[in-house]
């Protein structure tokens, strides 16, 4: 790296001590609950030609020096997609996280920012190329009990949804928030208020769109209700979004549909959950493993197919060998699926 700016917006560790003892310029910024504003203040002060930018939760792995230049000296790149995991359990996906030092870049959103509008400008005014690497980035944050985050992110997605009521992930968010927080009839209203939204037109925002359909689905069954029919409406905006594949099958078992559910498990149980990698969403990657098979296997059971029934449960164990549940349903089919 040619060059290294931390923003400390209020650490309290020894965050700085650690930044200054390996070279990097550390700038102090008064958080004011916008995170964009605190990214463009450090691309204010940095100097090189590129921008890589990493959250202090977050890990550069599996990449050389040559990995993130690898491109980058075509006149026309103006930014690299890196690939992206947001969880440990997560699939992979792309994001914006290298970019031309160039004023017209800079982040917008007070939460979940972001330089795409700015690039979108460039793409369209001035020829911008984007390019994929195989560098990749690993987001911890998200691991363990969230609650913190949560209240700290509630009041911000909350005037989130009020300034960009049309933008579907704000709506996602605060719904996965407030859930976790406890409140789900709130959690409910709001994932519907974000879909009573016009529909968008543009591919990531359908996408995104068939993500909030998941969201407020997956909420609404914890209440018992089929929502099959609004699963079918989001596959319609994304037929590629795994996860609502699985919370179909999920949903047909259910409704005793076991036939269908059967039928939604198994192109997921055909992908690599090492190779998936989505343009925008990342997925659960227990849904192409442990968690498919053992839907698989309660599908198969409730049909009176003990003996499939049970190899299903035991790939489940053999997928997760850490979690009881699976090698005790193997055990009870028949024992010797669960330790083959």
Do not use: C
Not at 208 to 221: K, P
Request: aromatic share 8%; no cysteine.
């Amino acid at each position: 790296m040619d060059e290294i700016v931390v923003v400390d917006t209020g650490s309290t560790d020894a965050s700085i001590d650690i930044a200054r003892a390996h070279t990097a310029r550390v700038l102090g910024y008064v958080w004011h609950d916008d995170f964009a504003a605190a990214r463009n203040f450090g691309l204010d002060a940095a100097s090189s030609e590129w921008i890589l930018y990493i959250d202090a939760d977050e890990r550069l792995i599996k990449t050389t020096r040559d990995d993130l230049r690898a491109g980058l000296g075509a006149p026309d790149v103006y930014a690299a997609r890196l690939l992206f995991r947001v969880t440990s359990n997560s699939t992979l996906y792309r994001e914006f996280r290298l970019f031309r030092n160039d004023t017209r870049l800079r982040f917008k959103g007070a939460m979940h920012e972001t330089i795409v509008p700015d690039l979108s400008l460039l793409q369209r005014d001035a020829g911008a190329r984007v390019i994929d690497t195989t560098a990749k980035v690993v987001h911890l944050g998200y691991d363990g009990d969230m609650t913190t985050k949560y209240r700290r992110n509630l009041p911000l997605l909350r005037a989130s949804v009020e300034r960009e009521p049309d933008r579907s992930y704000y709506w996602h968010d605060l719904a996965n928030t407030l859930a976790g927080l406890g409140e789900l009839d709130e959690a409910i209203a709001i994932s519907g208020q974000g879909l009573a939204r016009p529909e968008p037109a543009d591919r990531p925002g359908r996408i995104m769109r068939s993500m909030l359909i998941h969201t407020h689905a997956r909420l609404r069954m914890q209440r018992g209700e089929d929502m099959r029919e609004l699963i079918a409406v989001g596959l319609a905006f994304h037929p590629e979004n795994w996860s609502l594949l699985f919370l179909r099958a999920r949903a047909s078992v259910n409704a005793g549909a076991f036939d269908a559910a059967i039928d939604d498990l198994l192109p997921l149980l055909a992908q690599d959950a090492d190779t998936v990698v989505d343009d925008i969403l990342a997925y659960d990657r227990r849904i192409f493993g442990a968690h498919a098979h053992d839907l698989m296997g309660v599908a198969l059971l409730r049909m009176g197919d003990r003996p499939r029934a049970a190899e299903a449960f035991g790939r489940a164990a053999r997928a997760a060998p850490d979690v009881l549940e699976y090698r005790v349903k193997a055990a009870a089919l028949g024992g010797a699926a669960a330790s083959a």
